[in-house]
Nanobody, 123 residues
Framework: QVQLVESGGGLAQAGDSLRLSCAAS????????MGWFRQAPGKERDFVAA????????KYADAVKGRFTISGDNAKNTVYLQMNSLKPEDTAVYYC????????????????WGQGIQVTVSS
């Protein structure tokens, strides 16, 4: 059974940094794309960032480019989202997701989702 478990969220002040982790288990993810999404109160879930384990592909939403970095540790099956220069508008529940191929992630066709973790940024 595939599981994606997020950790590292919490409270931060504007300008601070946080690092989210997503531990993946239940299958081999070497061919997968991994993504982060977020959903603010009353809003739809939005794409944040994605990466492929192979091929070195990465993609970011315009709102986080230059501030957030997605990376992964293949040996640990863990994906990270380093969030720097946080803003109050980054406040949301953040979700980790896995897509079986990079092209699926480009079309937001993710196969597995974590339960989400809250990130709150105060001004």
């Amino acid at each position: 059974q595939v599981q994606l478990v997020e950790s590292g969220g919490g409270l931060a002040q504007a300008g601070d940094s946080l690092r989210l982790s997503c531990a993946a288990s239940g299958r081999t993810f070497s061919s997968y794309a991994m993504g982060w999404f977020r959903q603010a109160p009353g809003k739809e879930r939005d794409f944040v960032a994605a990466m492929s384990w192979s091929g070195g592909n990465t993609k970011y939403a315009d709102a986080v480019k230059g501030r957030f970095t997605i990376s992964g540790d293949n040996a640990k099956n863990t994906v990270y989202l380093q969030m720097n220069s946080l803003k109050p508008e980054d406040t949301a529940v953040y979700y980790c997701a896995a897509a079986s191929r990079w092209w699926r992630s480009e079309n937001n066709l993710y196969d597995y989702w974590g339960q989400g973790i809250q990130v709150t940024v105060s001004s």
